[in-house]
């Protein structure tokens, strides 16, 4: 298991139990020890305790519950023009970011909850193919927005609300992209693709992302990524000033942490500031960990994504591939955000990422439950 991994060679590090395995800064690399081991326990708990799909329906109203507090909250203090927010004293600016000092990782938390709620809503969605004439479909498809589904789909716009007004630009291209890309895989994968799924995606591209994204700003967002240019970015430059770091350093990691305490001496004056992190996760745990560690790590998540893909193909319980099709779109997701952000580096998000990765695993090994509904 990756994490498992991750502590035990930060283990290494932080007492440097091995000559030439050490960390240049103990203290900080012990931190992310204990960080991480958080998250092994959590996702053993996680795995452990939960053994039925109304303990995994819990686990999932949560989630949404949590994304769809994040999305009002960041929202109504964006929308009611607040200077400070009353938590934390942050600046607002002109961008929402709910509880997060920073906004691009309030953006890639609810992007990793929307994914989650669209692969439940997906599940809740008949798979019989006959062919319905219009008045059917039409009825099916009323059925289908006035039922407790409806719920579901309120939250979707809710936090599409907030992903807009967060102002991300690759919160809301990595999004949209991931739900685009799965989409389309999944009506390859599927071995019964429910006939409201074209609809569903298209209702959610045309109804949130251009009528409802238009009266919150989405031009706004548009407008950031026309503007972005290589002259303006300063993170590019971190990145570029950071390779000579990874050159020297990449074979075993300056220590889990340390990126603050070492970029600094290869930081050039052309830009200002103190930068903490890469703007690149993979960049800074190869940094960190180096790069051997991190490439088991990649490899790592390339299987639990293949587990994800293999339940939306072979099992036939359709909580379980809903769940798998949400899953997946998050780790398509994530793994675009992180060549521009950190926000694995937030402890909200990597806690919900991994949680999301324990979910592949439940419904890759949890027996089908053959309830009127649950299976094809």
Known sequence: MGPVLIAGYLTLQSHCLIAGICSVDPFQTGIMLEKT??????????????????????????????????????????????????VFGVAEGERARGSFVYQNQFANYLALCLCLAIGWMLSELSTNKQRLSWGKWLRSLSELMLSRKLLL???????????????????????????????????????RPPPLLKWLVLSIFILDMLL????????????????????????????????????????????????YTVFPAYQQGSYSG???????????????????????????????????LYVMHKRK????????????????????????????????????????????????TLPAEYKAGSDF
């Open 317 to 364: 319980t359709k909580l379980y591939q809903g769940i798998a099709f949400g899953c997946s779109m998050a780790w398509v997701h994530m793994a675009m955000h992180s060549t521009v952000d950190f926000s694995l580096q937030a402890p909200a998000n990597a806690l919900l990422f991994v949680s999301l990765l324990s979910l592949i695993y439940l419904i890759r």
């Open 37 to 86: 081991l958080y998250l092994v326990l959590f996702m053993y708990l996680l795995c452990q305790h939960c053994t039925s799909q109304t303990q995994l329906k819990v686990i999932l109203t949560c989630i949404l519950i949590s994304g769809g507090f994040q999305a009002l909250y960041g929202s109504l203090l964006h929308l009611s023009g607040v200077e400070l927010s009353p």
């Open 212 to 259: 409802i994204g238009s009266m919150f700003g989405v031009e706004k967002v548009k407008q950031r990524m026309q503007e972005t240019s290589f002259v303006s970015e300063a993170r590019d430059e971190v990145v570029l000033h950071s390779l000579p770091l990874l050159q020297k350093e990449g074979l075993r990691g300056t220590g889990g942490g340390t990126f």
């Open 153 to 191: 789909r309120l939250a979707i716009i809710l936090m599409v609300i907030g992903l807009v007004l967060s102002r991300s630009r690759m919160g809301n291209a990595g999004f949209f992209t991931a739900l685009g890309l799965v989409s389309i895989l999944a009506l390859f994968i599927y071995r």
């Open 274 to 308: 103190f930068y903490d992190h890469a703007h690149n996760d993979y960049l800074q745990f190869a940094i960190e960990l180096g790069w051997p560690i991190t490439l088991i790590l990649c490899l790592w998540l390339v299987w639990v994504l293949w587990q994800g």
